[in-house]
């Protein structure tokens, strides 16, 4: 064999070589879990629980429901929330060996951060509390690094490591130091969702961390700016997919890169994509834009502009995984009232904007009527078609129809969780679409 020969078959087996390397992976699964999914409650408990979170959120987490002064045009914070009235938890492991970390899953924000030892002060958990020193794969970040933002760099040098102070709407925070670490997807039990680890993901590491919890170690931030997971992993787009409300002991999948893709659709639903909104004001928000509501075969007369975005950043609509109750803005509230009464042609026996109106049921009554959908009209001809159980429940206790949609007398409307229920949403932040559709959640 001639040496020509020998240099060809090794360039032929070298090549093999490579392209038989293993590749990054692009697609991670994970699982949302509700925050009440272990604790045994009624239909009507569920409800009320729920009631009292989006209360709560809704007056802190909205642009425009808090004084701007609270924070200079230099502050790169999010915007504010409650943090500890989010709806589901989201599974994952950090660090080398992974250590369980189930966090609050937030579309509104973008760090995200766990408590870790040694801590001044941190707030129970029920899995061991994750120790950056028994980490093989934790590296702190320095203040030079591109992921210390700018309102975290005052007063240290390039070398220093950057120090961070997470500052929510109740007076909730999570303070300590920013760092690198291994975040992992999925389970080494689970056959649909095998575990696939992601190096150097920068995150909080709290060791300060004050507020309410439901059940969880941190938050894991899922929103638009450069320090979301969903930015960090690099796969341009997420999707989620949620259970049924009531039967808590579901799971609801959550989809990064490839898998996110939108699965079986039901039958005859068809793919709506609309355009994800800019709020240079608050950029870690999913923002839509709605023009328009229908029930059955009328179209609300809700001013149009009615959910636009204001100069000043105010109004608009924001996609929230955290607040389950879809939020309208008083005038629209209204509107969506008046005509859910007329259908049933009931009077509303709690008009309130907060907890959402019911209307007595006819004696003996024990279930929802039929009703027609309601439809959101986004930009780019996308309509969310409502079913009945997307927007009304029925309370045994009172033996009330309620519609499960509150007002606000802020400028802003939010779209609410249990309006998303088995609707697969599809957060496409590479190209800045929102695309959904009808899906059993369970089946994903």
């Not at 439901?214 to 320090?227: D, H």
Request: proline fraction near 6%; charge should be negative; charged fraction near 15%.
């Amino acid at each position: 064999m001639g040496a020509t020969q020998l240099i060809t078959i090794f360039v032929l087996v070298s090549s093999l070589h490579i392209s038989a390397a293993p590749q990054p992976p692009s697609g991670y699964r994970s699982t949302l879990t509700h925050v009440d999914s272990k604790g045994g409650f009624t239909r009507a408990e569920l409800m009320r629980r729920a009631a009292h979170r989006s209360r709560h959120r809704s007056a802190t987490v909205l642009p425009g429901s808090y004084s701007r002064t609270s924070s200079s045009s230099s502050d790169t914070r999010p915007t504010r929330l409650y943090s500890g009235q989010a709806e589901y938890l989201m599974e994952l492991a950090i660090g080398t060996p992974p250590v369980p970390f189930i966090a609050l899953a937030d579309t509104g924000s973008d760090l995200t951060w766990t408590q870790c030892k040694p801590c001044k002060l941190c707030f129970a958990q029920d899995t061991p509390i994750y120790d950056p020193t028994a980490s093989s794969t934790f590296s702190p970040v320095t203040c030079s690094s591109d992921n210390c933002l700018s309102i975290w760099r005052r007063n240290c040098s390039a070398t220093t490591h950057c120090r961070y102070r997470y500052v929510y709407g109740d007076g909730a925070y999570s303070a300590g130091v920013i760092g690198t670490e291994t975040l992992t997807f999925g389970s080494s039990y689970d056959q649909e969702a095998p575990s696939v680890s992601v190096a150097g993901i920068a995150f909080g590491c709290g060791v300060d961390n004050g507020g309410l919890s439901y059940n969880s170690t941190g938050t894991v931030g899922l929103g638009r700016g450069g320090l979301s997971l969903v930015a960090q992993i690099g796969v341009g787009k997420f999707s989620y997919c949620l259970t049924d409300f009531f039967n808590t002991s579901l799971g609801s999948p959550v989809l990064f890169g490839y898998l996110a893709e939108l699965g079986d659709p039901s039958d005859g639903a068809i793919v709506q994509t609309t355009p994800l909104v800019h709020n240079l004001n608050f950029p870690s928000w999913y923002y839509v834009s709605l023009q328009g509501i229908s029930l059955g075969d009328a179209h609300l007369p809700i001013p149009n502009g009615t959910f636009d975005i204001r100069d000043d950043g105010t109004g608009g609509m924001i996609v929230d995984s955290g607040t389950i109750y879809t939020v309208l803005v008083e005038s629209a509230f209204r509107e969506v009232v008046s005509h859910v009464a007329e259908v049933l042609n009931q009077p509303v026996v709690n008009a309130s904007s907060l907890d959402g109106p019911c209307f007595p049921a006819p004696v003996g009554e024990r279930q929802l009527p039929d009703m027609p959908d309601l439809v959101l009209h986004f930009a780019g001809g996308a309509d969310m078609i409502l079913h009945r159980d997307n927007y009304m429940s029925f309370n045994q206790e009172d033996s009330s129809f309620c519609l499960n949609i509150v007002g606000t007398t802020s400028s802003v409307s939010v779209l609410g969780n249990f309006q998303q229920q088995n609707i697969q949403m599809l957060f496409d932040i590479t190209v800045g679409e929102l695309s959904f559709v009808h899906t059993d959640c369970s089946k994903l």
